[in-house]
């Protein structure tokens, strides 16, 4: 199960620290990320990453705003976002992928496991 957190109402230029967390009896992910889907749109890549360090994907619309950090000993990924604007509102997912062949090229067929979303609003 992946758990969501952290997303809220916020003005533009603010920042936001979300949060997901793998519990249960869950799979050991190798790839992780968070992807976002505005209403009416695809769900879209944000930024994923191997749970063994190494490779980052970001999308170009959030590189150098946006950071993926993981603390796999709490079987955890988080996304940190500053310089919010309103294009970055969205649901948020978190997305996790057990293959060990996985693949970071922001696709969301890439990944099997996701999170219910949290929902950001920059306004």
């Known amino acids: 199960q992946l758990v969501e957190s952290g997303g809220e109402s916020v003005q533009a230029g603010g920042s936001l620290k979300l949060s997901c967390i793998a519990s249960g009896n869950i799979h050991q992910p190798t790839c992780m990320g968070w992807f976002r889907q505005r209403p009416g749109a695809e769900r879209e890549g944000v930024a994923m990453?191997?749970?063994?360090?190494?490779?980052?994907y970001y999308a170009h619309s959030v590189r150098g705003r946006f950071t993926l950090s993981q603390d796999i000993g709490k079987n955890t990924v988080y996304l940190e976002m500053e310089d919010l604007t309103p294009d970055d509102s969205a649901i948020y997912y978190c997305?996790?992928?057990?293959?060990?062949?996985?693949?970071?090229?922001?696709?969301?067929?890439?990944?099997?496991?996701w999170g219910q979303g949290t929902q950001v609003t920059v306004s």
């Open positions: 990453s191997l749970t063994s360090g190494g490779s980052t």
């Open positions: 997305a996790s992928e057990p293959l060990l062949s996985c693949v970071l090229t922001g696709s969301a067929s890439d990944f099997r496991f």
